[in-house]
């Protein structure tokens, strides 16, 4: 099957930066959309950033300036560069990738969650 591995979370002051990584491994023939999520405590999940196999990018509204999506290809891989963080921000963020294998038709899969808390 196919494993998004989230990393590059962490603690971070207010207005400072953090890059999340995510990999996808697996018997991989193709990806096409892949994106970022955030769940905050007692929040639901939301849309953080996507990113199509060309390279069109979306954002939520909140982090337009301040957020990057960005993918590798040749990796399998897609990364979030945040910067100027508000505490607000504190949240599990999630990869998501929608993924065609030699197994299994397209379908969407999801990390385990990579945590960033930012303190103000």
């Known amino acids: 099957q196919v494993r998004l591995v989230e990393s590059g979370g962490g603690l971070v002051q207010a207005g400072g930066s953090l890059r999340l990584s995510c990999a996808a491994s697996?018997?991989?023939?193709?990806?096409?959309?892949m994106g970022w999520y955030r769940q905050a405590p007692g929040k639901q999940r939301e849309l953080v950033a996507t990113i199509t196999s060309s390279g069109t990018t979306d954002y939520a509204d909140s982090v337009k300036g301040r957020f990057t999506i960005f993918r590798d290809n040749a990796k399998n891989t897609v990364y979030l560069q945040m910067n100027n963080l508000k505490a607000e921000e504190t949240a599990v963020y999630y990869c998501?990738?929608?993924?065609?294998?030699?197994?299994?038709?397209?379908?969407?899969?999801w990390g385990q969650g990579t945590q960033v808390t930012v303190s103000s």
């Open positions: 998501n990738a929608r993924v065609l294998t030699a197994i299994s038709p397209w379908s969407d899969y």
């Open positions: 697996g018997r991989i023939l193709s990806i096409n959309d």
